[in-house]
């Protein structure tokens, strides 16, 4: 009997292992779902995160490009407002240059006026001596040499005036 009782536990043990089927743990495929769920969360996620970066760095660089940009025109209106500044500068120099050249002009004609009024006074006056008989020989040699000197004087400011006509005709 003893015989017969292994035997059959033996059989009983065989069917039953062979007989049960295995069981996946409903449980831990669950979890498996929800861990590759989490995972593929977390790329999508990583995804947009990177995809947000890079869209940030290119909204930066497009922000730093137009800042360079803003640099460069206002580095340019400044150039150009100097060199307008630069301009304008030359041109009223120019124009003050040609004014004080009209001024020249016309001292000289005035001192050419006054030392022609001068002279023909001093010639009246000297003329007047000389026929009244006043005069020696040393006053009249020293109106000579007056008038001359107020006759080169003379000659000296015609100079002086052609320079100054010469000098407003360049400026012109």
Excluded: P, Y
Excluded at 13 to 19: G, M, Y
Excluded at 61 to 75: T, V
């Amino acid at each position: 009997m003893k015989i017969k009782f292994l035997i059959l536990v033996g059989l009983f043990s065989l069917q039953a292992s062979l007989a049960q089927e295995t069981v996946i743990d409903s449980v831990k495929v669950k979890q498996e779902k929800l861990i590759l769920e989490q995972q593929k969360a977390e790329k999508e996620r990583i995804k947009a995160e990177e995809k947000i970066i890079k869209e940030k760095q290119k909204e930066e660089k497009e922000r730093q490009k137009a800042l360079k940009e803003s640099e460069k025109a206002k580095k340019e209106a400044e150039r150009a407002q100097k060199k307008a500044e630069k301009e304008l500068k030359q041109a009223e120099k120019a124009v003050a240059q040609r004014e004080k050249a009209k001024k020249n002009v016309e001292k000289a004609k005035s001192k050419i006026e006054d030392n022609k009024k001068d002279l023909e006074k001093e010639k009246v006056k000297f003329e007047k001596l000389r026929r009244k008989g006043k005069l020696t020989n040393e006053e009249e040699l020293e109106w000579r040499e007056k008038i001359l000197k107020k006759e080169n004087k003379a000659l000296e400011l015609q100079l002086d005036l052609e320079k100054a006509e010469n000098k407003l005709n360049k400026l012109d």
